[in-house]
T-cell receptor
């Protein structure tokens, strides 16, 4: 039921290089989120968007930027990748009503070497 | 400071028995609580939710209990099945809008056949 897809699924990159992860949705949902999952930390919010060109920072936003030029796409950019940004990144979308929660993508595993 | 705490990193239960996963929160503004289930190499999936106006919500084998005075919620799975083996995340939000969810660190449940 892929209303949300993330690309790439896996990426290895070198320290200091910029990296962009893409989240694409077909549900026309207004809200989109980027989380990272790390052992011992659970899911932590990086940035989120409440509409085209409307974004805000989350708990762990340092070193990351986002852009949303279309409803369906939410891009996460690591401006200069560091080893501490090795993680699994999840995008989520939010529909009508809180009680349905978020729909998450399958994740992007990023390794910074 | 962690606002949503899952103090048990792991839990092991025999098939057919009850699994009880616990979650504590510190922010008294939280009014909506959700549980997510995550299998390896997949994104988290929504499981069940509860609003602070209720103290219990049931969906098949899954029941969530909320004790607002103790700032505590629990997820009960009865009977537990091997397919329930996954990481379970507790999440909370202060309102019914799209304020980003705050997640706990997760509890890994292993159901032993």
């Amino acid at each position: 039921d892929a209303g949300i897809t993330q690309s790439p699924r896996h990426k290895v990159t070198e320290t200091g290089t910029p990296v962009t992860l893409r989240c694409h949705q077909t549900e026309n949902h207004r809200y989109m989120y980027w989380y990272r999952q790390d052992p011992g930390h659970g899911l932590r919010l990086i940035h989120y968007s409440y509409g085209v060109k409307d974004t805000d920072k989350g708990e762990v936003s340092d070193g990351y930027s986002v852009s949303r030029s279309k409803t369906e796409d939410f891009l996460l950019t690591l401006e200069s990748a560091t080893s501490s940004q090795t993680s699994v990144y999840f995008c989520a979308i939010s529909g009508q009503g809180w009680d349905y929660g978020y729909t998450f993508g399958s994740g992007t595993r990023l390794t910074v070497v | 400071d962690q606002q949503v705490k899952q103090n048990s990193p792991s839990l092991s239960v025999q098939e057919g028995r009850i699994s009880i996963l616990n979650c504590d929160y510190t922010n008294s503004m939280f009014d909506y609580f959700l549980w997510y289930k995550k299998y390896p190499a997949e994104g988290p999936t929504f499981l069940i939710s509860i609003s602070s106006i209720k103290d219990k919500n049931e969906d098949g084998r899954f029941t969530v209990f909320l004790n607002k005075s103790a700032k505590h919620l629990s997820l009960h799975i009865v009977p537990s099945q091997p397919g329930d083996s996954a990481v379970y995340f507790c999440a909370a939000s202060p309102n019914s809008g799209n304020t980003p969810l705050v997640f706990g660190k997760g509890t890994r449940l292993s159901v032993i056949a």
